[in-house]
């Protein structure tokens, strides 16, 4: 008996050794991730729909910005584009799609990544390839990213795009708010370039000021609704429109943030690793005891 | 000393066969679609695209691949941990099944990303928010969890066998001593590497529910669900067993052996519990969050809801409950055969039919590609299987009065 309970001991100490090793990397894996920065000073873009024109300009000067392939400046002017709804691709991060509206009879509206403040993306990305920068753009690292297109499956805009046709070296694609332009303190590439001043690049907490006078001041051409102050936890990009939105050019969302219920539920299945280091307990009492149990049925 | 009635040894039947070259034909065909992957990218092979990121190498490879191969796990905890004798020569053949189950995950996940030579990148970049950094995680080190649990196999098949030709002759004494170190280290720590794969086991078995919890609305509410993590947990337990009955009988059948009825009829026991858990908790799910809703519509997604219900859970449960079919082998064979069916489908429902993007303009169709590579990959594995048994002592065959070990218990140091 005494042997019995030294070497049951001698077990759980293995136990606790082997666990307690487990346990020893819990502290770096709790901040283990990319970056993540909700700002006060953030930067957004708003866009004010009843003011674009559809000139196509941003698309055009994104390309430029990106290194993609761009058409002839005249080719932008052609509306036939506008006869299906695009969406953004790899080699278009921005696309201006048309859409009926009652007030103005038609309205063209701007598309790209939202730059989530709490970005489902950021949060899915295996490696943490993706990153909400402290200037609120949400950029995508080619260096650490492995392909497994589960940010595409976890944005709830349906933005981030692949290169499917590249065999080596295929691309997550996605508007990155030009964050090497507005490094160096220039404005984003389509902001810079629209014509009519449609899109307004500035502090996110300044845009929604200014968003809200517009809707008063012109509350005969505003639906009153500022998208994206609230969608999936708040947006770095809002729009003004004169009509509804959330339907027809961006899917219904709550204001909860996307990544949300998927946290809690990673976080509390490991949470500082005690639920699986309980059931390594658990299990080893188990098999140490039903060891026992046989022993003394052999012994019968 | 409890008398042992089999021992596992290799198996001597022939390898090829009629059936045996039609699924090598089946593989062959596999490898051809993914050669094309691997020179032209995914999307010459798949009709995968921005608005449909995953399909079935995700859905069957990874998320049904990885559920079947759950007798691994299962089986070790029956076997291993609480110790009950009689199932051990059911422990070696669904170790063999997980082994090469988990590899394929393993080689589904390096197909299916595009990027795939910076697959090892999660060992050292990680994201504790990601639900996939958890299942990848978890998959590498359960992975080796099986491979070491194999090794024993491996050294019983070649201790005091070694043998090279030539000049490699001078090696043999060498190799011999190491694997009886390696046996004799692996007996005494085995015990670490069991319960740790069952741990390991649970933990990506429930972030695989998780994965597509982050999709939200993009998901079907029939499936999508804060719970999917149990839900995944707890049918992937209950597929376990019925996998193994199914794999046995398949092997007793094709060596031409005698089916170990016995053995998996009370097997078949704890398949009925199992499989009520899991029922219970998605419809007690569907009730809370009052889902029954979308099943009076009657269109694709709530028939798919149906079978994967009735035909995959609800059918199988009640043949398990009969007595009658427990002790029939080809009322055991179908019986499994449906629950193995109902968790396939569950998982495609999950990954495919559930998913539901905002701007899609068509729904997301396999290609023959994909469809030709996840079953060239379950075509290589059953080779691979056949291969496996035929040279590494896993299926037991009747013996007279034998010891032999396949089981592991925490170890006492005093011997
Ligand atoms: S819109 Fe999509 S891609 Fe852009 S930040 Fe949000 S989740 Fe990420
Ligand atoms: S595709 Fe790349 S960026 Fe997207 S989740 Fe996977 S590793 Fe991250
Ligand atoms: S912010 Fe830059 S990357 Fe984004 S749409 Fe405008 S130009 Fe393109």
Redesign the pocket.
């Known amino acids: 008996m005494a042997q019995n309970r030294r070497d049951f001991l001698k077990t759980l100490a293995t136990i606790g050794v082997s666990t307690g090793a487990i346990s020893a990397v819990t502290p770096q894996v709790a901040k283990a991730g990319p970056t993540n920065i909700l700002s006060d000073n953030r930067m957004g873009v708003l866009v004010d729909a009843t003011v674009c024109i559809g000139c196509r300009k941003c698309e055009w000067a994104c390309q430029g910005a990106h290194d993609k392939v761009q058409q002839d400046f005249i080719e932008y002017e052609n509306n036939d584009v506008f006869k299906k709804a695009r969406r953004p691709d790899t080699n278009n991060l921005t696309v201006v799609n048309k859409y009926d509206s009652e007030l103005l009879g038609s309205e063209t509206i701007k598309l790209q ?4 403040d709490h ?4 949060s899915a990305c295996i490696v943490g390839a ?1 990153s909400k920068e402290e200037n609120g753009s ?1 950029i995508w690292d080619t260096d650490k990213c492995i392909g497994c297109r589960y ?1 595409m499956v ?4 349906q ?2 795009a692949l290169e499917y046709y590249k065999a080596l070296d295929p691309k997550i694609v ?1 508007c990155d708010f030009c964050f090497e332009r507005t490094k160096e303190g220039n404005l984003p590439a389509c902001v810079e370039i629209c014509p009519v001043e449609a899109l307004t690049y500035g502090k996110r907490e300044d845009l929604l000021i200014e968003a809200k006078k517009r809707i008063k001041n012109h509350s005969e051409k505003y639906f009153n609704y500022i998208y994206g102050e609230h969608e999936v936890g708040g ?1 770095a990009w809002l729009y003004l429109s004169d009509k509804e939105l959330a339907g027809e050019v961006f899917p219904k969302l709550g204001n909860d943030p ?1 990544p949300g219920v998927s946290e809690s539920i990673q976080h509390g299945l490991f949470a500082y690793f005690v639920p699986p280091v309980a059931l390594y307990a658990l299990l080893g009492g188990i098999m140490w005891l039903s060891k026992d149990k046989d022993k003394s049925e052999e012994k019968l | 000393m409890i008398k042992h009635l089999h021992k596992p040894a290799p198996i001597t039947k022939k390898y090829f066969t009629p059936g045996v070259i039609l699924i090598s034909l089946i593989a062959l065909n596999g490898l051809v679609f993914l050669l094309g992957r691997f020179i032209f990218g995914i999307g010459a092979v798949t009709n995968l695209n921005d608005q449909y990121p995953w399909g079935i190498w995700i859905g069957l490879d990874v998320g049904a691949g990885g559920a079947l191969a759950a007798g691994g796990f299962t089986t070790a905890a029956l076997g291993h941990i609480m110790h009950r004798d009689k199932y051990e020569t059911i422990i070696r053949p669904a170790l063999l099944t997980a082994m090469l189950g988990y590899t394929f995950v393993a080689v589904g996940v390096f197909t299916d990303i595009g990027r795939w030579y910076n697959i090892w990148h999660p060992l050292i970049m990680w994201n504790g928010n990601s639900a996939l950094f958890e299942v990848g995680i978890c998959v590498m080190f359960y992975l080796t969890v099986l491979y070491i649990e194999f090794l024993p196999i491996v050294t019983e098949r070649f201790m005091g066998k070694v043998n090279l030709p030539g000049i490699l002759s001078r090696l043999n004494k060498p190799i011999d001593r190491l694997l009886h170190t390696l046996d004799r280290g692996l007996d005494r720590t085995m015990f670490i590497f069991i319960i740790a794969g069952v741990v390991l086991s649970c933990l990506h078995q429930s972030s695989l529910g998780t994965l597509m919890v982050v999709s939200g609305p993009k998901m079907h509410p029939l499936w999508q669900t804060p719970v999917l993590p149990l839900l995944f947990l707890l049918s992937a337990i209950a597929v376990g067993f019925p996998m193994v009955i199914m794999e046995s009988l398949t092997a007793s059948h094709s060596f031409g052996l005698k089916p170990e009825k016995e053995v998996l009829t009370s097997l078949s026991k704890f398949v009925a519990p199992l499989l009520s858990i899991y029922l219970l908790g998605k419809i007690s799910d569907m009730f809370i969050r009052k889902t029954f809703v979308y099943l009076y519509e009657f269109n694709t997604i709530s028939i798919l809801f149906g079978i994967e219900v009735i035909i995959g859970v609800i059918i199988p449960l009640r043949m398990f409950l009969s007595k009658a079919v427990r002790e029939s082998t080809t009322g055991l064979y179908i019986a499994s055969m449906l629950v193995i069916f109902g968790v396939l489908m569950n998982r495609f429902n999950n990954f495919v039919t559930a998913y539901n993007p905002p701007y899609a303009l068509e729904p997301y169709v396999p290609s023959i590609g994909e469809i030709s590579v996840t079953l060239g990959f379950v075509a290589i594995e059953i080779l691979l299987y056949r291969l496996f048994v035929k040279i590494f002592p896993v299926i037991s065959l009747p013996v007279e009065k034998v010891n032999f070990k396949t089981k592991y218990a925490i170890r006492r140091n005093s011997k």
């Open positions: 990544c939202m730059h989530c970005p489902a993306c950021v993706l949400v940010c976890a944005c709830p805009f933005v981030p996605k947006t996307a």
